[in-house]
């Protein structure tokens, strides 16, 4: 075979649309396309699964170089390529790898053909069920069929009739005439979670997806194949018919729900989250993340949310304004000192959180500062043990050596008398092993807290705090890497995100007024905690940064890295 | 580059305008005479008259739902007439259709349909949107009120005004 000049080991050079790359060997057609900026319209192929192939969406035209008799040179253009001989039949480009001195033509007569022909396949038994599907509007059927079908359909038999509103799992509904028979559903269930629970029945334009007879589509990771189906096939029950996906806009995120934190876009219109979805991480979460997580949201929508600070006179909590509330706080827990005082932390905090915590418990000189474990099941997926998302923040920023260890301290000062006062910070004491008996006989208790808990009712002071998808902030997840929380909604009432709570804690106790924004207390942090030292709070990025080395890997990554190796998918 | 207009050079008559006032004045006492000899009517003893029977077929007054002759509420709450608004007059929130129902395979209507008479401009653009052909721009044009919760449309006050609509298309049939 000629081989061109420019060629290196593991570099060869491909011609898209007339312009020459270079891409490293082994790179998939669509891949080495979509770096060269020419987008290849497709439906089953998906980079973190097997490609079978199967939908011919991805139909390009394509051509090699001729193979040169003994002795004859090979045809070099201007450029010093070899003239590529196109093949007249067009070839997939999902499943196909580059080779040297291939040429790929996307906007070829024959690709647009093939296009529109494969469009017009899918379309003929497709419903008219745009106006009620949840897809419309992010449907890739609906983008295609504008970009490269027909204005008109020429089918004028009847549609072939499938099941509708199947239901095919506890979060999923199934649309069969929906489908377009990707299969990516059926390729996640069985590759990435294990669960193949999915699969094909009957043939020709009868074929239809179905679950499996005894079982249902219900591991912690279903809703992913709602994510990855590129129409409305598969629709997920919470967001069901609640907003039109134009609507809304996404903010960039984090799941709080254990300390994986999966990278997230919340959807939310008007004040209100509608869903919350997986974001591409390849160091964190793939593309996936897990159901429960997903859910998280609703916690944000207790329907006994605190919107106004409250300070407690006899037995009831009266309303005031947040001025009075933190000086009453502030003065409160001031009259303690040393043994006297704990702060009990969360490990739900931010990075920002707990930094202004740390400089709280440093003026008021707290004896005992810790946060309370929250432990359950994970799984060999994503989903962490630790329920916490922002643990070794707390062990870097509170310098806990094992976080939660000393809540027995707090308990046995509690029972001898010797702590009086304690500072709560969302957590619900109650919840987590403390008695009220015991809670009563405490002099001075400020809680902030989001929900009305029945520490709530306890407290002296109450400030109402912000939940994760109300506030701004930085979390370190279990493999160390420090990712940014974003503000998706505002907090009900006159509630407030709680680093501001704890920056006005700080200025009533020690009087200095010098951290205005979010950022400059980050910015105090990096010279204060050493692994922060050297970044900025916009330096995190959408993606985060490593900041410590924890030991853990994420099984789910390594798994699939290992596909990467053996050249099963893209990654 | 800016363009010169030439002023035009204006005759003596044009100068003086006397005869320019002449006209007028005949044109005036043209209409007076015509209303004295009651051989043309000016104006009209609005609202006890109205113009109403000689709108044109065109016209857009208030828009309103519609149900066909199934008495099925055409709208399926895909809330495009929302998004289309240009005042954003509207807000929809959807439901689902319960199972047992009649037309439980068109899966989605509105739970409540609000349209802000205030805010409406009577543009027809939610009309000209709807894929459903739920909404239509009736002929009513006298909206009125004596507070701002009255001047909201809700979802039976919008089936009042629209009321029955035969011959759409009806996709949504039993044989589909």
Not at chain 1, 361 to 375: F, T, W
Not at chain 1, 452 to 463: G, I, Q, R, W, Y
Request: hydrophobic share 35%.
């Amino acid at each position: 075979m000629a081989v061109s000049k420019k060629s290196s080991e593991d570099l060869v050079n491909v011609q898209v649309d007339g312009h020459w790359i270079r891409v490293p060997k082994g790179t998939r057609m669509i891949e080495a396309c979509k770096q060269a900026a020419a987008e290849v319209p497709h439906y089953c192929y998906h980079p973190k699964l097997t490609s079978p192939g199967n939908c011919r969406m991805c139909l390009v035209e394509m051509g090699m170089p001729p193979r040169p008799t003994p002795g004859e040179e090979a045809e070099l253009d201007a450029e010093g390529h070899a003239k590529i001989n196109w093949m007249p039949r067009p070839v997939i480009a999902c499943a196909n790898t580059v080779a040297e001195g291939m040429g790929i033509r996307t906007q070829s007569l024959l690709a647009k053909e093939c296009r529109q022909g494969v469009m017009e396949f899918l379309l003929i038994n497709h419903p008219l069920d745009c106006p009620i599907c949840d897809q419309a509007g992010e449907c890739t059927l609906q983008e295609y069929s504008v970009e490269h079908g027909n204005g008109q359909s020429r089918f004028l038999e009847s549609k072939v009739k499938k099941p509708k509103n199947v239901d095919i799992g506890p979060r999923i509904r199934l649309d069969d005439e929906r489908c377009v028979l990707c299969s990516r559903c059926v390729r996640f269930s069985k590759e990435v979670v294990d669960d193949d629970v999915l699969g094909f029945v009957d043939r020709g334009s009868h074929n239809t997806l179905a679950v499996h007879p005894d079982r249902k589509l219900e591991n912690n990771y279903s809703l992913n194949t709602v994510d990855i189906c590129p129409v409305g096939a598969l629709t997920s029950n919470d967001f069901r018919f609640k907003m039109r996906v134009w609507f809304m806009r996404e903010t960039k995120s984090l799941c709080t729900g254990c300390a994986r934190g999966c990278n997230t876009l919340i959807g939310s219109r008007e004040g209100k989250i509608y869903r919350q979805g997986p974001r591409e991480n390849n160091k964190v979460n793939s593309a996936w993340m897990c159901d429960s997580g997903r859910m998280e949201y609703h916690r944000l929508e207790d329907p006994a949310r605190l919107t106004d600070p409250m300070i407690k006179r006899g037995r009831t909590h009266n309303v005031v304004d947040w001025t009075e509330a933190i000086c009453r706080a502030a003065k409160d827990l001031s009259r303690f000192k040393g043994d006297e005082l704990a702060i009990i932390a969360s490990g739900g905090m931010t990075n920002e959180e707990l930094y202004l915590t740390r400089t709280l418990a440093e003026s008021l000189e707290a004896g005992v500062v810790d946060v309370v474990k929250r432990s359950g099941s994970g799984d060999d997926y994503l989903s962490h043990s630790d329920k916490n998302p922002n643990v070794n923040g707390a062990r870097k920023i509170l310098k806990l050596r094992s976080p939660g260890s000393r809540l027995k301290l707090i308990h046995a000062g509690i029972a001898e008398g010797k702590i009086k006062a304690l500072l709560v910070l969302g957590e619900d004491l109650l919840d987590i092993g403390f008695s009220e008996e015991e809670l009563g006989g405490l002099k001075c208790m400020v809680l902030v807290h989001m929900i009305a808990n029945p520490t709530a009712k306890m407290s002296t002071v109450v400030l109402p705090g912000a939940g994760y998808a109300e506030k701004r902030g930085s979390m370190i997840n279990a493999t160390g890497r420090l990712q940014r929380l974003n503000k998706a909604i505002d907090s009900p009432g006159l509630s407030r995100e709680d680093w501001e709570i704890l920056q006005g804690l700080n200025r009533a106790v020690d009087g200095k007024d010098e951290v205005t924004e979010l950022v400059d207390v980050f910015g105090e942090m990096t010279s204060a905690v050493s692994i922060f030292k050297g970044l900025s709070f916009a330096g995190i990025g959408d993606l985060g940064v490593d900041v410590m080395d924890t030991g853990e890997s994420v099984p789910l990554l390594e798994r699939e890295a290992k596909r990467v190796r053996d050249g099963l998918i893209v990654g | 580059m800016p363009i010169v207009v030439k002023r035009p050079r204006l005759t003596l008559a044009e100068k003086c305008y006397f005869p320019a006032l002449m006209k007028g004045l005949r044109i005036t006492l043209g209409h007076a005479i015509r209303i004295l000899q009651r051989k043309k009517k000016v104006t009209m003893q609005y609202p006890e008259v109205k113009w109403d029977d000689n709108l044109p077929e065109h016209y857009r007054g208030a828009p309103a739902l519609v149900t066909d002759e199934h008495d099925r509420e055409r709208c399926v709450s895909c809330q495009l007439c929302e998004f289309i608004c240009p005042p954003r007059a509207i807000k929809i929130v959807p439901e689902e259709i319960p199972p047992g129902d009649e037309w439980q395979k068109v899966e989605k209507r509105p739970e409540s349909f609000d349209i802000d008479m205030l805010r409406c401009i009577y543009c027809g653009m939610c009309q000209e949107v709807c894929p459903e052909q739920a909404i239509f721009l009736r002929k009513d044009y006298a909206i009125t009120g004596v507070s701002r919760e009255e001047m909201i449309h809700d979802k039976q006050k919008l089936y009042e005004i629209g009321g029955k609509r035969e011959g759409l298309i009806n996709k949504w049939n039993k044989l589909k």
